[in-house]
């Protein structure tokens, strides 16, 4: 990338000033008032599921407890819940007769659910790795499973209780995201660098059997296996591959049209139909093997993501964020229940973004926003496909920066219903920071990119036209972190990881000044020496104020191309919003607002113990009358008359 690296003698200068400084330590503020808002977004978000018998048991994610619910199909209703003690979610799950088994996460611990009875029985702890990302049976009933980040392949006996760890299917590679068995052998899908391994159970010895020309995609992501065909869907081409496992160098390509991800299959071998949904579109579809014919049977909702499918008789059920869809195959009519109102309540889920725009206040999270009506004191939950990683109030609307792909919606004023306006693309995925300068009209997004992938981007959008550019790589080998822009010029705050499964090439974050007028870098600079991220930046006055993954904030001069004080200001990485002149910031224990002369912080609100996803988070009413942050999962705001 053009432009002119710090030197040598400023980096020094950054360094000494940061070595003289005293340790972290804010000085108390008058007590604020403080209000509680409640729960900051509730969910009933789904993610495993398993049919036995005549039930579908399904199982929550992102909220503690994770809850397991029999639904009942004739009923179409929650007959039976079961709680499991630990795990903060679960993606993972398998039948062996009537014992259900769940893979956690955070830890990733394996519990059996007795479905005949209301016994829940943990059977191993931390198996062997902290996220358990698939499960599946054997014939002869033994339970195997993938997980992160270790990308290892267990087995666990249910008749012994025995346990054997198969190791890393590829060594390096983090993700076992999916996994299928037989017989004699273990199928582990791997990521974020695509490859599909035949374990030998009773030898362990390991085989690929990706076709070569697969190799660079990023994930066999899903799996199934029925009579001897193993159906791999590969991301994020939207492929999937049916393989012939008596000679894998047998197979068939289909491909999604238009699509990314494969995320659930269903074999029906006595037909030789495969059955699969797709994303981001939210297609489900039917591929007849006889015809090789691929045929659309429908999208039950814009962005729908089909987490499992099952085939009974003549009916197809699919298992979608929070809701149980019913597809006859015959008739071609389709109908879907929510299941909350089947019986799974909501409840506190792990926030991502916080907005405001006055009157109401934002909370995004799984598959949806939660909008805080103010004067009510009512909040409600406008449905998400993704999830808002970034919320920025702007050009009369809420633009929310979405998981996957890197879609923009818009959301307009007093919460209705999210549009999808854009996408970013160029291998973009993952938002994680945006900014609106009302001057340039312009909307600025920072990304990082796909799984297994190097190089974020800024993407600039102009909300009263729909123009799009997306710069790609523009701090090499890095992430853009945070942005903020000032005087027809974007700051960027770069981050030396990409996107998941890699090692960083980079050793230090940059800080790249990008010209609006010309689309170009002007330089790049180094602020503070050895920090991985930088990850938040305010522009105001003449300066610009960052701070990094530990807490230290910097304060750079652009005139001067060079960081003019740093200082510890939080215990860790931090979130900053600016309310007039002043910054207030806040990292997962306090709230703390920033003396511009000195540097030095006062503590406005503390003990915050913050249980979010994205960590740190902070809004500001656009009045500057209050903050807006988390206290465990619950929102309050944080009157500054008295600031």
Known sequence: MPGTAITATAALATLSLLLALPAYAADPEPSATVTDLGPASSVTSLNGSEAIGDKIFVNTGGVSPTVVGAYDPGQERVTQRYTLPTGEGAWATTAVGTDLYVGTYAPGDLYKVDTTSTSVTKVSDALPDNFIWALDSSPDGKVYGGTYPRGLVFEYDPATGARRNYG?????????????????????????????????RATGAKKEILPPEFAHRTFVATLALEDGLLAAGLSATGTMLLIDTADPTRYEVVQAPND??????????AKNDVYFGTRPSGTLYKYDRDTATLTKLLVPYDGAYFGRIFLEGRKLRGILTSNVLTYDLDTGEFSGVDITQAGMPPAPELAMAIASDGPRVYVSGKAGVQVH????????????????????????????????LAYLFRMPPGGGDPVRVTTLGNDQTRPLDAAYSPSDKLLAVGTQPEYGLFGGALGLYRPASGDLAVYRDIIHDQSVRSVAIKQGTAYLGGSVYNGLGTTPRETE?????????????????????????????????????????????????????????????????????????????VDTRQVFKLNRSTLATTTVVDN????????????????????????????????????
Do not use: C
């Open 260 to 269: 990314s991800y494969i995320t659930a299959i269903t074999i029906d071998a």
């Open 509 to 585: 974050a940059k800080l790249a000044v990008f010209d609006l007028a010309s689309r170009k870098v002007r330089y790049e600079t180094v602020p503070v020496p050895g920090a991985k991220e930088i990850v938040d930046l305010i522009a105001t006055g003449d300066r610009i104020y960052g701070v990094t993954e530990t807490g230290l904030m910097f304060e750079y001069d652009p005139s001067r191309r060079t960081v003019v004080r740093t200082r510890q200001v939080a215990s860790g990485p931090s979130a900053l919003v600016l309310v007039g002149d002043t910054i207030y910031g």
């Open 608 to 643: 915050l113990r913050t249980d979010s996803y994205s960590g740190a988070m902070i809004a500001a009413a656009p009045d500057g009358s209050a903050l807006y942050v988390l206290r465990g999962r619950n929102l309050i705001r944080i009157g500054l008359e008295a600031s």
């Open 168 to 200: 890393s299917a590829v060594p390096g590679e983090q993700y076992v995201r999916s996994i299928a068995v037989d017989d004699t052998t273990i199928y582990a899908g791997v990521g974020a660098h695509a490859h599909l391994i035949a374990i030998d």
């Open 373 to 404: 009506d103010l004067a009510s004191g009512t909040s409600q939950r406008r449905f998400l496909p993704g999830e808002a990683k970034v919320m920025t109030p702007a050009h009369g609307q809420l633009w929310l920066s979405v998981y996957t």
